[in-house]
C-alpha cells in the first residue's frame, strides 16, 4: 500500500519507505538475485551467512512490470560497473579529517592545490582529486574533501562536471555535499563550513 521508493547510483542504492531512509552501497553488496517477485541483495559477510535485503516489486500482471525490470536491469549493472574495492590511493589520506572544526579542514583542503612552499608541504594534482570525487568505492568524507579542495580551480565546465558526478550519487548527504562545493567554488572557508555543518545536522536528525 506504501510503497518504498528505490534510487540507484553509482555509489548504491537509496531506500526511502514511510519517513525512514537506508542506503546501500554498493561496497557492501555481495550478489544480487532477481526473483519473479522483486529482488534480493547479498550484504556482507561469507557466503552463506549473507544478510539478504529484499525489495518486491509490482507482479507480473501489473502495469509496473516493464518499470521493474528497468530497475533491476540499471541495478544489476550499477553493482557489476562499480570497482572491486582496492587499496585507497595514498592522496585520500591528506583528504580525511581527524576531528577538529570544519573550517580548519576547509581550509586545509583548499590548501591542498596551493603551490608546495617546501617539501614538507603538501601539492596535489588536479586530475588525482578528480580521480578520488570521481571514484565510487571512496568514503563520503573523503570524496568530499576532494570536491572542496578542486572548488577554487573550477571553471564553468568543471563545475558542470562536478555537479553531474553529484547527480550520479544516490547518498543524499554526499549527492549534496559535491552540488555545495561547485555552487560554493568562490564562497570563503566559513561560508562553505557553515553549508557543510548544516547538512551533517540535518543527517543526524530523525527522518
Known sequence: ???TRVVV?????LLRW???????PWSSVTGIEPFDGGVML?????????????LRMPEEHQRYHPERDAMVERMVAAWRAHPVATRPEAVSRLLGRDGGRTREWV??????????QGFRAASVPVERLWRV????????????????????????????????????????RLRIALATAAV???APDEVVAEALDALEAEGESPM
Open 18 to 24: 514511510l519517513g525512514t531512509v537506508r542506503f546501500v
Open 9 to 13: 547510483g553509482g555509489d548504491g542504492v
Open 184 to 186: 560554493e567554488a568562490g
Open 42 to 54: 547479498a550484504l556482507g559477510a561469507a557466503p552463506g551467512d549473507e544478510e539478504w535485503l529484499t
Open 133 to 172: 570525487v570521481e571514484d565510487p568505492r571512496a568514503d563520503r568524507e573523503t570524496r568530499t574533501g576532494a570536491a572542496i579542495a578542486l572548488a577554487p580551480t573550477l571553471h564553468d565546465a568543471d563545475q558542470a562536471r562536478l555537479r553531474a558526478v553529484a547527480a550520479g550519487c544516490a547518498e543524499p
Open 1 to 3: 500500500m506504501l510503497p
Open 107 to 116: 581550509r586545509a583542503m583548499r590548501a591542498l592545490v596551493r603551490p608546495a
